[in-house]
């Protein structure tokens, strides 16, 4: 029985994912693997590593490349389920005009290419995809374990994690610290 209730519980916190990930610390410090959105002040957010890769349109993409920009990061995968409900949402929210100088990027787990392509056309983003079949690149985004997928995580100005989202994000929510976000830079 308690095996079923661990394993009932995993799949909670992963979302779509299948594998487990490390502890998440919350804003006090302590492990926390809540869903939804965490939001961290800035004397308490950790830098984003480098993270590069080849992207589904095919050039590579150094996220460093877009310091001095707010930027979603949005992990996802075509055999997700709830990445299919929220990515029409993500690419319309990136559409916003209020949001014009926030950078939209997503990072495609272990995925097929054609698959992903098909999915992100479909849904209609028109930001770039970071491909990443083994999980590597999600290994390093910090606050986030390997299972949460979706997750997306918000990136300040200055490179580091602002806020984090384990589960579907809530776009109203998304879109109101974006532009406190865009607004504080």
Known sequence: MRLVVTFAAALVVAGCGATSGPHLPS???????????ATYAPDQRVALPAISGPTLAGPTLDLHSLRGSVVVLNVWASWCTECRAESPALAKLASDPRLSAVRFVGIDEQDKAEAARSFASA???????????????????????????????????????????????????????????????
Do not use: K
């Open 27 to 37: 804003t006090s410090g302590s492990p926390s693997l809540t869903l939804g959105l």
């Open 123 to 185: 849904v209609g983003t028109t930001y770039p995809h970071l491909m990443d079949p083994d999980g590597s690149l999600l290994a390093r985004v910090p606050l986030v374990p390997s299972s949460a997928i979706p997750s997306t995580v918000v990136i300040d100005q200055d490179g580091r994690v602002a806020a984090r989202v384990i589960g579907a994000v809530d776009v109203a929510q998304l879109r109101t610290e974006l532009l406190s976000l865009q607004q504080s830079g």
